[in-house]
């Protein structure tokens, strides 16, 4: 089920955050079974996802990168259709036919889910030009990437492209710092990916990506700028991938320091722990959001490893139907 437009309560998006760290946990651990090897997690990331999705109406679409479980979750996509996918299922959202890197869920809005690095700033232009040419349509375009996406030539381009056709695109930048085995400042002159977006002409806002509240803020402001003007935004959401590139990944080449500063700093205990100091959140009422996450995640991990694979016909059926 898709979100409204009315904004989520705090204890919504820490309940969004929570679900999709367990749904990545399981993964980690069906991985480590040897069942999805290659799964590229997002933990420490949940509250870019949890704020940003959660900003977006049911109209809006969503384009996004291997990273895209977040995001599919905050979206209400049903996590034992996600897990079977990626083990090849045929309940899976594309029939078991995506893996995690390629999963698409048109009735949710989510366009493409993209494992080329920038592929779906390609063709976030073309999607939100379509909605410009369809009468009635008021619906904008989200597109997910990463720093290591912005130092591609198809960044430029697709917002360039995006300044001069006066496109609705929400550009997501999630700077988790890494981009597969490099860190960001092996690649960028700069700390701020901000700095390209705003020399195109966009108007560009940074924000703490691990603060799910002001994520959410920043991102509802500035659709709702993109909805009255028509012109593309740009929002970059600094936060840190505190899991390794792929499963299974030993993060040999991290800075310990860096990391256990960056865990100090873990998303879902900051907005837990600040809704524990105001009264809105106690120890009874986060356990039974954590059984709730908990039996959610089994059912689906129960509902995935019962699902059939698809018959080799059905296959090539499908796919060349």
């Not at 946990?25 to 997002?42: D, K, M, N, Q, R």
């Not at 609705?168 to 977006?197: G, K, S």
């Not at 299974?248 to 907005?271: G, M, T």
């Amino acid at each position: 089920m898709q979100h409204s437009e009315q904004a989520p309560s705090p204890l919504a998006l820490l309940e969004t955050m929570m679900l999709i760290r367990a749904y990545e946990e399981a993964l980690v651990g069906i991985a480590a079974g040897g069942s999805a090897p290659g799964t590229c997690t997002s933990v420490g990331q949940e509250a870019a996802a949890a704020g940003v999705v959660r900003a977006l109406t049911p109209r809006d679409r969503i384009l996004t990168n291997h990273r895209s479980a977040g995001h599919l979750l905050a979206r209400g996509a049903d996590p034992g259709r996600m897990i079977a996918e990626v083990l090849g299922k045929r309940t899976g959202y594309c029939k078991g036919k995506s893996g995690s890197l390629h999963i698409s869920a048109a009735e949710l809005g989510v366009v493409l889910t993209s494992t080329i690095v920038g592929g779906e700033l390609s063709l976030a232009p073309g999607v939100a030009l379509a909605r410009t040419m369809t009468p009635g349509d008021d619906g904008i375009v989200a597109a997910f990437f990463g720093d290591g996406a912005a130092c591609e030539g198809v960044f430029h381009e697709s917002l360039n492209l995006a300044v001069v056709w006066k496109l609705p695109i929400l550009y997501v930048c999630e700077n988790n710092e890494w981009q597969a085995f490099v860190h960001r400042r092996e690649t960028m002159p700069m700390a701020h990916v901000r700095d390209w977006a705003a020399a195109h002409g966009l108007v560009a806002e940074t924000v703490d990506g691990n603060d799910a509240e002001a994520v959410h803020a920043a991102a509802a402001r500035l659709a709702a700028r993109i909805r009255a003007t028509g012109e593309p935004a740009f929002l970059e959401t600094l936060t840190y991938r505190t899991r390794g590139h792929y499963e299974p990944d030993d993060q040999f080449y991290v800075d310990p320091a860096e990391l256990a500063a960056w865990q100090a700093r873990d998303p879902i205990e900051l907005l837990a722990n600040r809704l524990r100091a105001d009264g809105r959140l106690d120890d009874a009422r986060l356990a039974q959001i954590r059984a709730r996450v908990r039996a959610l995640i089994d059912e689906a991990v129960a509902f995935a490893n019962a699902s059939p694979y698809p018959d080799t016909a059905e296959l090539f059926t499908d796919v060349y139907a």
